[in-house]
């Protein structure tokens, strides 16, 4: 559970009682928090970028001022921001020549209500934050100049007026020490930001899939599909010399997403997200760990980032460098990789929720910069599907026959003989060894797939066991029923029938998840794998038509 809202609030369980409620309320209030309501936030001294999964505003509502322009080392400076409202902020001095650097200097507070200091890199109170999230419009401090200053020194400051809605790196004012030469290169102004993240332009046409498989690398599901339809997902790659401009479309509600993996399995993925912020669309690189939500970046790595939001349709495209060696978590594009996309909710402030149906995954490893492709993908790799398939005419269909059979055609067949034996029984005894058979087969080949246990698959292969294990315990136990007049015979029918039960009751939990992959793979209309699913469908539709009959007849013999 998440211990903080999207504006930074702890979120706390009241209904904890005693010690158990003391340490929550630790956590609450001690945990290390994304939002920074505390001002506590050396994590970002380098990029003065706030890790609250959105761009910044590009335009400055808030000014930096001194009162003086000239400073030897020693001196006391004193520091002004103001401006409309603000929640948080974030100010340091650097060389003005070169603002990548470190901070310069260090700070004296006016007010230890409103701010407090910081030590980013080695130098002692060389930044000033806020305490709290109370609103303010106005904040004061003083800079005292190191005797190892650059010439030129400009202060500048992060400013977060609401949780999505903040500037980065605003530009102050510059002070120098006496008789310096003038820069070398131009200085920012008070009226421009420092650039931090690239500048968010709007589509004017929707983007098409013309060049698929020549001059692109495309995915589409359905295949072939118009990216301007709400219901296709579209993804596309163009190498443009040491770059890649990429584009991706989807369902305009909530969130589109991709991501580059080297298996076919959550986690330690590159991904990258556009997300429907009350039809503003904010564009992310991302890193995945395990089934866990995205970390998004605080700095992001894209270029010429571009949205367009229409007819229930959200597209964007971007573009990013072949190799981004700076970046941790991104991968180089010159590589093959299962290529992933996905789509979900959003709610209000850009959170996104988990998938509601399996992301669409590349069937093979794919270099997006080679070739050009038009391919497809699928939510369900094929021995999923087969997994789930084999579960569900199991234990939907074979074992749904042999109860029907035991329980009302034992009196109908019981002089009707087949290999010396009743046939009813043997009816029935044939349907639930093809269970065990089919479950057998089932149960190995999701071990197949992943090449071992999964530890991300939660529940689900822990039921799988129990119902292996039931299954393959109910045929052994039935080697050894005691004759139908024997004393233990009624115990006997009483274990048979248990057994049986709480292993169809374990395995309707087991299929569900493949029911919902199965049946997601056939309502779309994927060009590949419609001859598997055509068999699916009619082996279902066979043993439920032979599940009806023999239940008629049976009703009519009684």
């Known amino acids: ?83 409309p409202d603000f929640e948080g902020f974030f100010i340091q001095a650097r060389d003005a020549e070169h603002l990548d650097s470190p901070a310069v200097g260090s700070f004296i507070l006016a007010d230890q209500r409103l701010s407090q200091l910081l030590t980013c890199g080695h130098t002692k109170n060389s930044a000033v934050s806020h305490t709290s999230k109370a609103k303010k419009k106005y904040v004061k401090v003083y800079w005292i100049a190191p005797g190892n200053a650059p010439k030129h ?78 219901s296709c997902f579209f993804l596309s790659f163009r190498q443009e010399k040491s770059s890649v401009l990429i584009e991706m479309s989807g369902p305009g509600e909530g969130y589109l997403a991709f991501a580059l993996s080297h298996d076919q399995w959550m986690g330690g993925d590159d991904a990258y997200l556009c997300v429907n912020e009350d039809h503003q669309v904010s564009v992310s690189t991302a890193y995945l760990k395990g089934r866990s939500p995205p970390v998004l970046d605080s700095e992001n790595a894209l270029e010429d980032v571009s949205w367009r939001l229409a007819d229930g349709v959200l597209q964007c495209s971007f573009r990013r460098n072949i190799h981004l060696t700076a970046y941790k978590g991104r991968f180089n594009l010159d590589a093959s990789y299962y290529i992933f996309l996905a789509d979900g909710e959003a709610s209000e402030g850009g959170l996104i929720y988990k998938h509601n149906r399996q992301p669409l995954i590349t069937s093979g490893m794919y270099n997006i910069t080679g070739l050009p492709e038009d391919i497809g993908g699928s939510r369900s790799p094929q021995l999923i599907k087969a997994h789930g398939t084999l579960m569900f005419v199991a234990w939907i269909t074979t ?65 799988g066991c129990a119902v292996m294990a039931l299954a393959i315990f109910q045929p052994l136990m039935a080697g050894f029923r005691p004759s139908p007049h024997a004393p233990r015979r009624q115990l006997f029918n009483w274990f048979h029938w248990s057994t049986g039960t709480t292993a169809r009751i374990l395995a309707a939990e087991v299929i569900e998840d493949d029911r919902i992959q199965i049946l997601q793979s056939l309502t779309s209309a994927e060009a590949e794998g419609h001859l598997f699913k055509q068999i699916v469908l009619a082996i279902y539709i066979c043993g439920n038509i032979v599940f009806l009959i023999a239940f008629l007849a049976a009703i009519n013999q009684i």
């Open 1 to 83: 559970m998440d211990l903080a809202s999207p504006e930074g609030r702890p979120v706390c369980l009241m209904e904890l009682p005693g010690l158990a409620f003391a340490v929550w309320m630790f956590i609450c209030l001690c945990g290390p928090l994304d939002g920074y309501p505390n001002g506590r936030i050396r994590e970002v001294c380098s990029s003065m970028m706030p890790h609250h999964g959105s761009s910044p505003q590009l335009s400055p509502e808030h000014i930096i001022t001194v009162n003086g322009t000239e400073f030897k080392p020693g001196d006391k400076i004193e520091v002004n921001l103001s401006g």
């Open 153 to 230: 020194v400009q202060f500048l400051a992060t400013v977060v007026k609401k949780y999505k809605t903040f500037w980065v790196k605003i530009p102050g004012a510059i002070v120098s020490q006496p008789n310096a030469p003038s820069p070398t290169t131009p200085l920012h102004t008070t009226s421009e930001t420092v650039s931090t993240s690239h500048p968010t332009s709007y589509l004017t046409k929707p983007f098409n899939a013309s060049g698929c498989g020549n001059t692109k690398f495309c995915i589409r599901n359905p295949s072939s599909c118009d990216p301007e339809s709400a």
């Open 399 to 463: 074992v749904s026959i042999g109860v029907i059979v035991a329980r009302f055609f034992k009196p109908v067949w019981s002089h009707s003989f087949l290999f010396g034996k009743e046939m009813w029984f043997q009816v029935h005894r044939m349907l639930m060894l093809t269970t065990v058979m089919l479950t057998s087969i089932s149960f190995v080949l999701p071990f197949v797939y992943r090449g071992g246990w999964s530890k991300q698959a939660g529940f689900h292969p822990y039921l």
